[in-house]
């Protein structure tokens, strides 16, 4: 950031008075500009015991595969936004979402909000930032094509609490380097 958006002016990088931490701060009108970090909502759609995956249109990391996730719009909850993001990418809808899992990834200012969630009926396909969807068992997923180490954390927990009919909410954090939970 080089501008305030309130005046067109130069900012600077300082800690204000009364903060604890650098902020930009405008050198003419003294707004200062927050930076928060972005949320992504997603889902685990499931049907069985499989998960639908995305394989990735876009950038970054085209052509692997992810969950239904994306960044949240303003004026929607987690739910709504991770509810639109299963509905772009996969033409997919779950019943019954409930909180799978957050997880907080600071080296890159995110955190990703899942739910997980029966889908209600097959007629899912590729949206616009999907090449292609596919229902995955635990042992057929391409570990090593998957788009971002937090997905293939929610995935490792999906499939662990599956098993023993666990229902409470995952946390964690991914720090650099990522250790791969089946590793």
């Not at 604890?20 to 003419?28: S, Y």
């Not at 949320?39 to 995305?54: F, R, S, W, Y």
């Not at 692997?64 to 996730?69: E, G, H, I, R, S």
């Not at 999906?158 to 946390?171: G, L, M, P, S, Y």
Request: charge should be negative.
């Amino acid at each position: 950031m080089n501008f305030c958006s309130q005046c067109g002016k130069s900012i600077s990088l300082k800690i204000p008075d009364g903060d604890n931490r650098e902020r930009h701060v405008c050198d003419h009108c003294d707004t200062i500009h927050y930076q928060n970090p972005r949320v992504i909502a997603g889902c685990i759609p499931v049907v069985g015991d499989q998960v639908l995956l995305c394989r990735r249109a876009i950038e970054p990391r085209y052509g692997l595969w992810t969950l239904p996730a994306g960044f949240m719009e303003n004026g929607e909850s987690t739910l709504q936004g991770a509810l639109r993001e299963c509905v772009e990418e996969a033409n997919a809808r779950i019943d019954n979402p409930r909180l799978s899992g957050i997880f907080d990834i600071p080296h890159i200012n995110q955190v990703y909000v899942f739910y997980r969630g029966m889908m209600n009926n097959m007629n899912f396909s590729p949206g616009a930032e999907s090449l292609e969807v596919e229902l995955f068992r635990e042992q057929d997923i391409p570990w090593h094509e998957l788009a971002f180490p937090v997905i293939e954390l929610a995935l490792h927990y999906h499939f662990e609490d599956a098993k023993c009919d666990r229902t409470d909410v995952r946390t964690g954090t991914i720090e650099r380097p990522w250790q791969s939970p089946r590793s």
